[in-house]
């Protein structure tokens, strides 16, 4: 049984900064993407950014420059460092993989229970 548990999310003040943790936990072979995704209420979900096994990454356009998302490997760990953090970014944020396991060719995409952001005065 794979999960993926978040941590990190809360209310912060416009301007501020917060970072999202996600864990991948269970039996699976390799992690194949990792990344971040939001949805505001009313709205669709969105990607925000996610990176793969070979380093690439992509950005929704609206958070280039202010966002990082990394990864740690040893950990099955993906992180999103968010600065210089607008209203407009106040969303559920879940946290997704692409993980394969051992004895497929085929992966499976997993979801987060989701952390709430919001930025407020």
């Known amino acids: 049984q794979v999960q993926l548990v978040e941590s990190g999310g809360g209310l912060v003040q416009p301007g501020g900064s917060l970072r999202l943790s996600c864990a991948a936990s269970?039996?699976?072979?390799?992690?194949?993407?990792m990344g971040w995704y939001r949805q505001a209420p009313g709205k669709e979900r969105q990607l925000v950014a996610r990176?793969?096994?070979?380093?690439?990454?992509n950005y929704q356009d609206s958070v280039k420059d202010r966002f990082a998302i990394s990864t740690d490997n040893n950990k099955n760990t993906v992180y999103l460092q968010m600065n210089s953090l607008k209203p407009e970014d106040t969303a559920i944020y879940y946290c997704?993989?692409?993980?394969?396991?051992?004895?497929?060719?085929?992966?499976?995409?997993?979801w987060g229970q989701g952390t709430q952001v919001t930025v407020s005065s």
């Open positions: 997704n993989a692409d993980l394969q396991h051992y004895g497929s060719f085929n992966s499976r995409v997993y």
């Open positions: 269970g039996s699976f072979f390799r992690i194949n993407v």
């Open positions: 990176i793969t096994r070979g380093g690439s990454i």
